[in-house]
């Protein structure tokens, strides 16, 4: 045996290496607009009645709305993660659930408390587009309160109370006024001048 055996150099470990886990990235704003998208796709080419299509139609129309303002919400703001999944998890799950049952059968037979598939599905829907309504006005309020913030600062900065952004006309501590009198004193005591004595006239 060498000495590289001895100090283990050159041996090949038969011992399968251990899988590195890896964590899955967050989906971008591009993402969750295509899932989106990909759904109202999915709906169309399997023709859903209209009053699915006009719902879900909603509920992707808001999520395009809401998902350039998601930083507004904040890191990890669960209405932020509401947006996600509907996306990516919700909407897809309830459209694809519809489209695998048989039109017919999933239109007219009761599956639950008198409900048929169809109606939970329109249920689902409109469950989804409050929530996501919610969020929406959520998300406005936070950059409406951004611009409240903003104006007051502007206020306090070049509004009428501020010292450095104000004109002001007319006598102040700094610049009086002159004295309104007759520097000449009174008018009245001013006479006319005459000829001086021997000059003749």
Not at 190 to 196: A, C, D, G, H, T
């Given at each position: 045996m060498g000495i590289g055996a001895w100090f283990g150099?050159?041996?090949?470990?038969?011992?399968?290496?251990?899988?590195?886990?890896?964590?899955?990235?967050?989906?971008t704003a591009a993402d969750l607009v295509e899932s989106v998208d990909r759904v109202e796709q999915q709906a169309r080419e399997g023709k859903v009645p209209a009053m699915v299509q006009s719902r879900l139609g909603r509920v992707c129309r808001v999520v395009r709305d809401t998902v350039p303002r998601l930083d507004s919400l904040g890191a990890g703001s669960p209405m932020g993660y509401d947006?996600?999944?509907?996306?990516?998890?919700?909407?897809?799950?309830?459209?694809g659930g519809y489209l695998r049952l048989p039109r017919a059968w999933a239109d007219?037979?009761?599956?639950?408390?008198?409900?048929?598939?169809?109606?939970?599905l329109?249920?689902?829907l409109d469950l989804l587009g409050a929530t996501m309504d919610d969020v929406f006005d959520a998300v406005c309020r936070a950059d409406a309160q951004a611009l409240v913030v903003h104006g007051r600062f502007l206020e306090e900065r070049f509004g009428a109370g501020a010292s450095g952004g104000a004109l002001t006309l007319g006598a102040t501590p700094s610049t009086p006024m002159p004295p309104t009198t007759d520097l000449l004193g009174?008018?009245?005591?001013?006479?006319?001048?005459?000829?001086?004595?021997?000059?003749?006239r």
């Open positions: 150099f050159g041996r090949r470990s038969t011992e399968p290496a251990e899988p590195v886990a890896t964590t899955p990235s967050a989906p947006v996600v999944a509907t996306a990516t998890n919700y909407l897809p799950d309830a459209i007219s037979r009761p599956v639950d408390r008198g409900r048929t598939p169809l109606m939970l329109i249920d689902q009174d008018v009245a005591d001013i006479r006319p001048l005459s000829p001086p004595s021997g000059s003749g």
